[in-house]
Nanobody, 116 residues
């Protein structure tokens, strides 16, 4: 499966962005999908994940502000980000994981910059 993340940009603190992770080349619904981010000088961290059945989990730092969702018909997973903070600034990437094979796939990231 090939993944492409988009929707990043520059936004003021308190603003919102919606990221998209579009997939091609496979049946997307069989993959769990996670959004990760990596800020300069920091380790990559898991932000949110959605299972094949639609169950979701979030990092404590984004709970109540970010929402992950999926549209299998459109082969796309979204990350709605609200009440953005400067510390949310990072490159955001999506990952698709197929449990039956243990394989996972990464898409090229998209930059999110939140100004104070």
């Amino acid at each position: 499966v090939q993944l492409q993340a988009s929707g990043g940009g520059l936004v003021q603190a308190g603003g919102s962005l919606r990221l998209s992770c579009a997939a091609s080349g496979s049946i997307f619904s069989i993959y769990a999908v996670g959004w990760y981010r990596q800020a300069p000088g920091k380790q990559r961290e898991l932000v949110a994940v959605i299972s094949t059945g639609g169950n979701t989990n979030y990092a404590d730092s984004v709970k109540g502000r970010f929402t992950i969702s999926r549209d299998n018909a459109a082969n796309t997973v979204y990350l709605q980000m609200s009440s953005l903070k400067p510390e949310d600034t990072a490159v955001y990437s999506c990952n698709a994981y197929y449990r039956a094979s243990g394989l996972d796939y990464w898409g090229k990231g998209t930059q999110v910059t939140v100004s104070s």
